[in-house]
């Protein structure tokens, strides 16, 4: 069994270049001394040897006639410097020993246990928050939308990028057809060349839900007007399509620059449409009417939430009896890994493979890659790195979760594969994902689009006891946001990376102390409602304009 030290990364310690390194181990190996630092101890020792030799004598000369009382005086001296001596060859020992944060056999990572405390699967501080969800419809309320006929024109737009992302432009769609008094076109979900999946918005959302709960709010239509005849023009002609807005754009930026080419037009495309809305520079009851339709208009179909609940179902009675689970979010994909920039432990052969991997795929970024090894020490250091499988198992073993722990795992082909997720699969054995959850008949009828897989996913990880993030995303943003819109009671930990990165940078820190700032560090991190600030991000935190003192 070898014992482990922590490094940077659940790896080999940081070395000057990444290149010049044959193969990382884990950082949390403790490497073999050479044998030079074995022929350095031992000229140390002899030079020691030789000192302790010479007080001896000095102490002890060959003189017969050396008086008791010198003598009592002289072994006063050796005691105290056998003393100094055992404190020091102590202390060398204890340098060259360094506190091993886990200990390593094969490729099983162990950890010692940690007490579980009484708030492991709840949030501890949920009741001495006064906070409630008040974006909903009021029901009964009087619509302050205008007749058909006095519409300022439509909006059309795509909805780009994955689930996540498309749900956060619905949203922003909505918002800007309220802005402007437009009529929104049911927006068109994007097929592009990463996600490759012809998806539409009836596949996937309750499409007569989504327009009646915003009937009082914004004028939505299924499809472009008939007397609308050229369709095809509004796909591609320029005539037809706004392509200037900046990101994150205030209101007043549509009522002064799109509104008045909507009412010459009478039907535009806005493009592209990712981020086309601020959150601090539009008015409060607009960002109200975001998260309206983000919690409460946006309703998967009814064979997904069935589905959903069901996994959700099994996962809490799969030893037996009533258990929580934890939900994890692990983004440690190729594509995430390689977009990252950061280093992460492997052999040269697979630093190599990314190395061409980021020079294909980014070019620009990439350069001629001779800076990227101070960028990627940087970034590790501001916690803007991707945690590994290991280091989340550290972690989650640090705040006290034992190896019975129930794990619902969300995440694409995580890259190393099997390897990569040992240490995280050894330490907690029930770790499951849908595929092993569901059988193959039932997941057959979702496969047919990409995001209704990803759909599954967002809900069991919604409903989970403990949902844990391992990265940013909006996934994991709009998976916090809810969970604290819906009362957070739920715990929901977002890991602060460049605190842990500090601690498995340590060689001296020893496990009671990485316990103890774990827990420390991550008491306030449970998705409570935060205060907002300029620039804040909506979606996962959507207290001060979708939430009301109760």
């Not at 490497?31 to 030079?36: E, G, H, N, R």
């Not at 068109?188 to 709010?217: A, R």
């Amino acid at each position: 069994m070898v014992e482990l030290r922590h490094s940077s990364s659940i790896g080999a310690r940081s070395s000057s270049s990444p290149m010049k390194r044959e193969e990382d181990s884990s950082p949390l190996i403790s490497d073999a001394f050479s044998d030079d630092d074995a022929r350095g101890r031992h000229a140390h020792k002899d030079r020691d040897r030789s000192f302790f030799c010479s007080h001896f004598h000095s102490l002890f000369p060959d003189d017969s006639r050396v008086s008791p009382h010198n003598s009592r005086i002289s072994l006063f001296f050796l005691v105290f410097l056998l003393l100094v001596a055992s404190i020091s060859i102590f202390s060398v020992v204890k340098h060259m020993n360094t506190p091993y944060l886990c200990w390593k056999d094969g490729i099983v990572l162990h950890c010692p246990q940690v007490k579980e405390p009484p708030s492991l699967w709840e949030n501890p501080y949920s009741a001495t928050t006064s906070w409630k969800s008040c974006a909903e419809r009021r029901d009964g309320g009087i619509s302050d939308l205008p007749p058909e006929n006095e519409t300022n024109g439509y909006i059309f737009i795509h909805a780009e990028g994955g689930l996540n992302q498309q749900r956060i432009a619905i949203c922003n769609a909505v918002a800007v057809a309220k802005i402007m008094n437009a009529t929104l076109i049911l927006p068109v979900l994007k097929q592009d060349q990463i996600w490759k999946d012809k998806t539409n918005f009836e596949d996937i959302f309750d499409v007569d839900h989504f327009i009646d709960y915003l009937k009082d709010d914004v004028r939505i239509v299924r499809d472009i007007p008939d007397w609308f005849t050229d369709k095809t023009e509004l796909f591609s002609s320029i005539r037809r399509t706004v392509k200037n807005i900046p990101k994150y754009a205030p209101a007043q930026f549509y009522i002064d620059n799109v509104l008045p080419r909507v009412k010459e037009k009478k039907i535009m495309a806005l493009k592209p449409f990712v981020d086309r809305l601020g959150y601090d520079n539009v008015p409060p009851e607009i960002n109200r009417l975001r998260c309206r339709v983000n919690y409460h208009a946006l309703k998967f179909l009814p064979e997904i939430e069935q589905m959903a609940d069901l996994l959700a179902a099994r996962m809490r009675n799969r030893t037996g009896s009533s258990n929580p689970y934890m939900a994890l979010h692990l983004r440690f994909e190729k594509g995430m890994v390689g977009l990252s920039f950061c280093d992460f432990v492997g052999t040269r052969e697979e630093k190599a493979s990314m190395a061409e991997y980021r020079k294909k795929e980014w070019p620009r970024r990439y350069k001629n890659g001779s800076h990227l090894w101070q960028l990627a020490l940087q970034k590790r250091k501001e916690g803007r790195c991707p945690l590994e499988p290991g280091e989340v198992a550290v972690i989650l073993r640090a705040m006290g979760y034992p190896k019975e722990t129930q794990i619902y795992v969300a995440s694409g082909q995580v890259y190393g594969g099997q390897n990569r997720m040992a240490p995280l699969r050894n330490m907690f054995p029930n770790l499951v994902t849908k595929q092993e959850l569901a059988t193959q008949e039932e997941l057959d009828k979702f496969k047919k689009h990409v995001t209704s897989l990803a759909a599954l996913d967002f809900l069991v990880c919604l409903k989970s006891d403990v949902f844990v993030m391992t990265h940013g995303g909006n996934f994991a943003k709009l998976i916090i946001g809810a969970r604290r819109y819906m009362g957070h009671h739920q715990k929901s930990i977002k890991p602060d990376k460049g605190l842990m990165s500090k601690s498995f940078g340590d060689p001296y820190m020893g496990w009671a102390t990485f316990v103890e700032d774990v827990i420390v560090t991550h008491q306030t991190r449970t998705g409570l409602p935060e205060e907002t600030f300029p620039n804040y991000d909506l979606w996962e935190n959507p207290l001060t304009p979708c939430m009301c003192k109760a």
